[in-house]
């Protein structure tokens, strides 16, 4: 019984992400790929956040975070999914600019 319903949310969950990664994007966003008018500050915002996030500080702060994790799970005083959520964390954060292209790209060819 509890093996079907797993099975079944199992299911559920993947046609939800392919019904989600098959549907065609908003107008708003096939218009033409320009920002709107008078977004130039919000923008720039996003920018230096970007920067921010993604800058030689963060870099170094997101380096020392992964090696005292791995240190920890090494020696046995961390969880190992909780370790582990670190440092996936800091893939995505890194990686997020490529997923984010990936995931376009994939939307304006099925398009």
Do not use: E, Y
């Not at 107008?27 to 920018?47: E, F, R, Y």
Request: some cysteine.
């Amino acid at each position: 019984m509890i093996k079907r319903f797993a099975l079944r949310a199992r299911l559920a969950a993947l046609s939800a992400a392919s019904s989600l990664l098959a549907s065609s994007p908003a107008l708003a966003q096939a218009a033409g790929g320009t920002d709107p008018a008078g977004s130039g500050p919000i923008v720039a915002a996003m920018g230096w956040l970007q920067g921010t996030l993604l800058g030689n500080v963060a870099t170094a702060v997101a380096v020392i975070a992964v090696a005292m994790v791995g240190f920890m799970m090494l020696t046995g005083r961390m969880n190992w999914r909780f370790g582990a959520t670190v440092i996936i964390g800091c893939f995505i954060l890194f990686g997020a600019s490529a997923i984010v292209s990936g995931i376009q790209a994939t939307a304006q060819a099925t398009h």
